[in-house]
């Protein structure tokens, strides 16, 4: 069975990048991956939908939802405020 989503990433050690991949049916579940990848500095390389590769358009949406997750974590830490008052004032929070 084809997973739902499927996120190809890298790991870069030294000078060369040791390949994984994380496989979920959540869309959820794949865009808090994604948070965690764009978080660690990991490199992504496909994402895969039902087993085709996104569209660059559809990749880019995908990395974006990711990244604003990230930003609102960041601001709600560093700022010591709730994630409603981060959407309130910045709009991040999903």
Do not use: W
């Not at 890298?10 to 808090?32: A, F, N, W």
């Amino acid at each position: 069975m084809i997973p739902k989503y499927k996120i190809e990433f890298g790991i870069k050690m030294r000078d060369h990048l040791i390949s994984h991949h994380h496989e979920t049916e959540d869309p959820v579940s794949c865009q808090e991956f994604l948070a965690g990848l764009l978080k660690n500095h990991f490199i992504i390389r496909d994402i895969k939908h039902e087993g085709v590769s996104l569209t660059p358009k559809e990749f880019n949406r995908l990395v974006k939802n990711a990244a604003n997750v990230v930003a609102s974590e960041m601001i709600c830490a560093s700022l010591d405020i709730k994630p409603e008052e981060e959407k309130y004032r910045f709009g991040f929070a999903a």
